[in-house]
């Protein structure tokens, strides 16, 4: 059973970090591109940040220079490092694995920047 289970979400102030993590099972993981979405009350579902199984990575413009994806196959696992967060960061964080027609998503963890 393919699962995605994400962690690392919480209440912090502006300015701060947080890390999140997302550890997959039941899929051959190293071969997926993985993905994190967030959306935030009232909005669309906005692509964060990518990391295909070659390493390459991508950002939305939003969060570059402030955020860094990357994957550690032994574990299965893919993280969001988040620095300098923002208010408007503030959004449910979702984990993706994707590959041709095969695409799966974890539960979500919220993230809420406020002081």
């Known amino acids: 059973q393919e699962q995605l289970v994400e962690s690392g979400g919480g209440l912090v102030q502006p300015g701060g970090s947080l890390r999140l993590s997302c550890k997959a099972s039941?899929?051959?993981?190293?071969?997926?591109?993985m993905n994190w979405y967030r959306q935030a009350p009232g909005k669309q579902l906005e692509l964060v940040a990518g990391?295909?199984?070659?390493?390459?990575?991508t950002y939305a413009d939003t969060v570059k220079g402030r955020f860094t994806i990357s994957r550690d196959n032994a574990e299965d696992t893919v993280y969001l490092q988040m620095n300098s967060l923002k208010p408007e960061d503030t959004a449910v964080y979702y984990c993706?694995?994707?590959?041709?027609?095969?695409?799966?998503w974890g539960q979500g963890t919220q993230v809420t920047v406020s002081s």
């Open positions: 990391i295909t199984d070659g390493l390459t990575t």
């Open positions: 039941g899929i051959i993981f190293r071969i997926y591109a």
């Open positions: 993706d694995a994707r590959r041709g027609s095969n695409d799966f």
